[in-house]
């Protein structure tokens, strides 16, 4: 036996258990992905059964659409008081905890026989779905090498693109065929799915420090997470003020028919799918570039689908165009963000987590304005302002600290 012989086996053990840890932490990041999937599929259901929610609650639409927006609202304020609430207890157990959340308030939701039961069971689905939002790219920073963070995070921001695309179908199919309740017990089947992954997967997360109002105060000093915040509001709700009334434009502009409309709405969630991926891997090179090629490629749908939309063939490269677009605004998001704050991930997570659910509350809203008022295309126009204004900002802001702070192990 030569002297190289055990050097080489102790090499190859060595390899064996790094591949090992390295399947572990990817195992990890898709348990957290497969967490957000359940959380927004959730937070999404009421659109689609909102008619037969309604009837059987003896409910108006509009009432019970206030299932969504209560959701967004309180995700908005639970993120922060979660993160700073949080205290020495490990991460892992916190996540458990939120998606127990979870799964409770589809069970309260399902078994609802109130608007009053079901609102507070959206407001549940609202602390949790902020909570855990709040904290993935805290815990992902801490799972994976600090060069794999993008795709880390690109493939949590996946969980959302997917949810977009089957949220609609799935709810549909079961109200369907079992009644709305059924909707939101198979959502907590999901929910609980995917807390077994995560039981399995994670690894034990000590606590690093406490997080708490002067973590937030640091996060909001530092010019980089406002930057990201402010961006990640005016493009967000640009998006949300157009696309929450995409359908009425759809229907009245090009004259879909349902079936075209579904079809052009599915092109939409795929097109996500592949933007995300896309927005991932240039992000990994330069966050900001990415942030403000999807808001201006936002821009360049909306713009389109004003000028061109009256044709059958026009809304749907607009459409998917913009679900290509808006797929890559999340990972954006959330890489600038992790290369900006990685020491202080929790707070900074917590504040865009928060960002975003304001602005899909305030897109929405002035959407709705203008739809009232202007007509289908006021939305879509908006939207193609916000997006330019959002974008042009992410180019002027984040390039100019990207280019006097070049990154390092993943910080800028």
């Given at each position: 036996?030569?002297?190289?012989?055990?050097?080489?086996?102790d090499t190859g053990?060595?390899?064996?258990?790094?591949?090992?840890?390295?399947?572990?932490?990817?195992?990890?990041?898709?348990?957290?992905?497969?967490?957000?999937?359940?959380?927004?599929?959730?937070?999404?259901?009421?659109?689609?059964?909102?008619?037969?929610?309604?009837?059987?609650?003896?409910?108006?639409?509009?009432?019970?659409?206030?299932?969504?927006?209560?959701?967004?609202?309180?995700?908005a304020i639970s993120?922060?008081?979660?993160?700073?609430?949080?205290?020495?207890?490990?991460?892992?157990?916190?996540?458990?905890?939120?998606?127990?959340?979870?799964?409770?308030?589809?069970?309260?939701?399902?078994?609802?026989?109130?608007?009053?039961?079901?609102?507070?069971?959206?407001?549940?689905?609202?602390?949790?779905?902020?909570?855990?939002?709040?904290?993935?790219?805290?815990?992902?920073?801490?799972?994976?090498?600090?060069?794999?963070?993008?795709?880390?995070?690109?493939?949590?921001?996946?969980?959302?693109?997917?949810?977009?695309?089957?949220?609609?179908?799935?709810?549909?199919?079961?109200?369907?065929?079992?009644?709305?309740?059924?909707?939101?017990?198979?959502?907590?089947?999901?929910?609980?799915?995917?807390?077994?992954?995560?039981?399995?997967?994670?690894?034990?997360?000590?606590?690093?420090?406490?997080?708490?109002?002067?973590?937030?105060?640091?996060?909001?000093?530092?010019?980089?997470?406002?930057?990201?915040?402010?961006?990640?509001?005016?493009?967000?709700?640009?998006?949300?003020?157009?696309?929450?009334?995409?359908?009425?434009?759809?229907?009245?502009?090009?004259?879909?028919?349902?079936?075209?409309?579904?079809?052009?709405?599915?092109?939409?969630?795929?097109?996500?799918?592949?933007?995300?991926?896309?927005?991932?891997?240039?992000?990994?090179?330069?966050?900001?570039?990415?942030?403000?090629?999807?808001?201006?490629f936002i821009t360049?749908?909306?713009?389109?689908?004003?000028?061109?939309?009256?044709?059958?063939?026009?809304?749907?490269?607009?459409?998917?165009?913009?679900?290509?677009?808006?797929?890559?605004?999340?990972?954006?998001?959330?890489?600038?963000?992790?290369?900006?704050?990685?020491?202080?991930?929790?707070?900074?997570?917590?504040?865009?987590?928060?960002?975003?659910?304001?602005?899909?509350?305030?897109?929405?809203?002035?959407?709705?304005?203008?739809?009232?008022?202007?007509?289908?295309?006021?939305?879509?126009?908006?939207?193609?302002?916000?997006?330019?204004?959002?974008?042009?900002?992410?180019?002027?802001?984040?390039?100019?600290?990207?280019?006097?702070?070049?990154?390092?192990?993943?910080?800028?």
């Amino acid at each position: 036996m030569t002297g190289e012989s055990p050097c080489a086996c102790d090499t190859g053990a060595h390899q064996a258990i790094r591949q090992s840890e390295r399947n572990a932490a990817w195992l990890a990041i898709f348990s957290l992905a497969f967490g957000i999937f359940g959380l927004v599929t959730a937070e999404l259901l009421p659109v689609s059964i909102l008619t037969p929610i309604a009837n059987d609650l003896g409910a108006s639409k509009g009432a019970i659409g206030q299932a969504v927006t209560t959701t967004g609202l309180v995700a908005a304020i639970s993120g922060p008081i979660v993160v700073t609430g949080m205290g020495a207890i490990d991460r892992r157990t916190i996540i458990s905890g939120l998606m127990l959340l979870m799964i409770g308030s589809c069970i309260l939701a399902g078994t609802a026989t109130s608007v009053t039961v079901l609102l507070l069971a959206r407001a549940m689905l609202g602390v949790a779905l902020g909570g855990f939002y709040g904290l993935t790219t805290a815990v992902a920073l801490r799972i994976v090498p600090s060069a794999e963070v993008p795709r880390a995070i690109s493939m949590i921001a996946m969980g959302v693109s997917l949810a977009i695309v089957f949220a609609a179908p799935l709810a549909v199919a079961i109200g369907e065929l079992l009644g709305w309740r059924a909707t939101f017990l198979s959502v907590a089947c999901i929910g609980a799915a995917s807390l077994l992954v995560q039981l399995v997967a994670l690894p034990r997360l000590p606590a690093s420090g406490g997080t708490d109002v002067a973590a937030f105060r640091t996060a909001l000093s530092r010019r980089g997470v406002l930057i990201g915040i402010v961006a990640s509001i005016i493009i967000v709700s640009g998006h949300f003020a157009g696309f929450t009334f995409i359908r009425p434009f759809l229907e009245i502009v090009p004259r879909l028919s349902f079936g075209s409309l579904s079809m052009a709405l599915f092109a939409f969630g795929i097109a996500g799918i592949a933007g995300n991926m896309a927005a991932g891997a240039l992000a990994a090179r330069s966050p900001a570039s990415a942030f403000a090629a999807s808001a201006l490629f936002i821009t360049l749908a909306a713009t389109f689908l004003i000028l061109f939309g009256r044709s059958t063939a026009g809304a749907f490269a607009a459409t998917a165009l913009w679900g290509f677009a808006f797929g890559g605004v999340p990972v954006a998001a959330s890489i600038w963000n992790a290369r900006i704050a990685p020491d202080i991930a929790e707070p900074a997570g917590a504040l865009l987590a928060s960002a975003f659910q304001i602005a899909i509350a305030g897109g929405a809203l002035f959407g709705g304005i203008l739809i009232d008022t202007v007509g289908p295309e006021g939305p879509i126009a908006l939207a193609a302002a916000a997006t330019l204004i959002g974008g042009a900002f992410m180019v002027v802001n984040g390039r100019a600290i990207e280019t006097r702070h070049p990154h390092k192990d993943n910080s800028l």
